[in-house]
């Protein structure tokens, strides 16, 4: 993107009272992070010129690390949304009509707009495993071990893992050593595990840790492929994983075609 050098922000003090508040407890920060600031320009609370705040301001006031914060401005820079200008720090994008694609999350909640987002990945995440069991060095290896084991804690402790199954993703989508796999799983954020959708499938505690379960030994073998370099079994592998949930989402925005009733109460395939 190209910017003027008579170029001026427009908007030096919009209204923080929104973006300058603290953040849930979630263990996944950067996308949310990511969401709050999109957010403010969608809602045109940052208007184009306005410059954000700065990296301590969002620091103290979201209760983020610097990592979590630049993290985010990165990804927002890479869509597009934001610019950032040496010594002067980061402004939003001028001309928000050329920014990248990126899939909203307040956009994709039906379960109808869930099977389209994992189409995407499926394309996607497919020729990622293929890369990472390529590419991937001891230290992507053990991040990718890393967020497998957070995955099994987070079902011990009985939560949906929806931010550590994201991890996971990333991790893989990190090892492809492409920088753009990462980005755009970052551009799609955390609904593309979306935490309504685990509820809809698993409707009892049971059901829950169950369905989790069978995700994670998918996991465990897409991770197995990626360790032993099988580049076949890593495209396999994901294929299955993504194709089996895809199937389930599938069958669910059948049933809620065909009965909201029915699509309320949850029935996926077993």
């Not at 610019?83 to 899939?103: E, W």
Request: avoid cysteine.
């Amino acid at each position: 993107m190209t910017v003027h050098p008579d170029w001026i922000a427009a908007d030096e003090n919009p209204d923080k009272q929104t973006l300058l508040t603290p953040l849930r407890p979630v263990r996944y920060r950067t996308s949310e992070v990511i969401d709050r600031i999109s957010a403010e320009i969608a809602g045109g609370r940052l208007k184009p010129g306005a410059r954000l705040p700065t990296e301590a301001e969002m620091m103290r006031a979201m209760g983020v690390s610097r990592t979590v914060v630049r993290e985010a401005v990165s990804a927002l820079r890479a869509s597009g949304l934001v610019i950032t200008r040496q010594g002067a720090g980061a402004f939003v994008a001028p001309d928000q009509a050329q920014a990248s694609f990126r899939i909203s999350p307040e956009g994709k909640s039906s379960i109808a707009d869930i099977v389209g987002v994992m189409e995407l990945r499926i394309a996607v995440e497919i020729e990622a495993a293929a890369l990472a069991a390529e590419r991937a060095t001891r230290p992507s290896l053990l991040k990718i071990q890393r967020a497998l084991d957070d995955v099994d804690r987070a079902i011990r402790q009985g939560d949906t893992a929806i931010p550590e199954d994201f991890a996971f993703h990333l991790a893989i989508a990190e090892a492809t050593a492409n920088p753009n796999y990462a980005e755009l799983l970052r551009f799609l954020g955390r609904h593309v595990i979306p935490r309504q959708s685990v509820r809809a499938i698993a409707t009892s505690p049971e059901r829950q840790a169950s369905y989790l379960t069978q995700i994670q030994n998918e996991h465990r073998r897409i991770a197995a492929a990626i360790r032993a370099r099988d580049v076949a079994a890593a495209r396999r592998s994901m294929r299955t994983h993504l194709g089996n949930s895809l199937a389930r989402y599938r069958h669910l925005a059948n049933q809620a075609a065909l009965s909201p009733q029915a699509a309320a109460r949850g029935r996926a395939p077993e």
